[in-house]
């Protein structure tokens, strides 16, 4: 990833292609969590003009992977947009964020992800939609983008330890909320095992 981040920072239209492909899937997800998908497209179009603006200006810091660095500074142009988005709007996020999109994502036996494909239903999704919003976020950021804690944290402006308790609260709520709606009981050992691994 930062050969082709480097490569289309220097104009080379391919790399950019690669970033693209790259990125853009889980953007649009992130995306839709804010906007809605009647939205979303258009929203995510107006953070890619942006990125393709700013891309010069991104610094990957080299402490950590690239492909982290890249998705956290996109993530942190969608939110923005999206923030604009619905402030134009005048109205709150939308509750729905497409479930087909988060079904085919590929498994990673990670269970962050195993907890969204056991709760990859409509219900689900109005679940993370009911979480306060910086659980929300923090599990949009963590489970479907797929950025580490301090990324995370790097988009929504906090400190990877309140990232990572956010992240972990909103896990906990989500199973709560699943478990009691008749949901799968193995989601909490799920949540429970990604608590354990965030820290």
Not at 6 to 25: I, K, M, S
Not at 39 to 66: H, K, M, N, Y
Not at 95 to 121: H, Y
Not at 129 to 143: W, Y
């Amino acid at each position: 990833m930062a050969t082709a981040v480097r490569a289309a920072q220097e104009g080379d239209e391919e790399a950019f292609r690669v970033l693209y492909r790259a990125v853009q899937p889980q953007l649009l997800q992130y995306v839709r969590g804010f906007v809605g998908a009647a939205d979303a497209e258009d929203v995510a179009s107006e953070a890619w003009l942006q990125i393709a603006r700013d891309l010069a200006s991104f610094r990957d810091p080299g402490a950590g992977d690239t492909g982290d660095a890249i998705r956290g500074w996109t993530a942190r142009i969608a939110r923005n947009r999206a923030l604009d988005h619905l402030r134009a709007a005048g109205r709150r996020p939308a509750t729905a964020v497409g479930v087909e999109e988060l079904l085919d994502r590929p498994a990673e036996e990670d269970t962050a992800e195993e907890a969204v494909a056991a709760v990859g239903t409509g219900r689900a999704l109005a679940a993370i939609a009911s979480l306060p919003r910086d659980q929300a976020e923090a599990v949009l950021l963590r489970v479907v983008m797929g950025l580490d804690s301090k990324s995370a944290a790097k988009v929504l402006g906090k400190r990877p330890g309140a990232m990572r308790m956010a992240t972990s609260r909103g896990l906990r709520r989500l199973a709560e909320l699943l478990e009691s709606d008749g949901g799968p009981s193995s989601v909490t050992f799920s949540v429970s095992r990604t608590l354990e691994d965030m820290r």
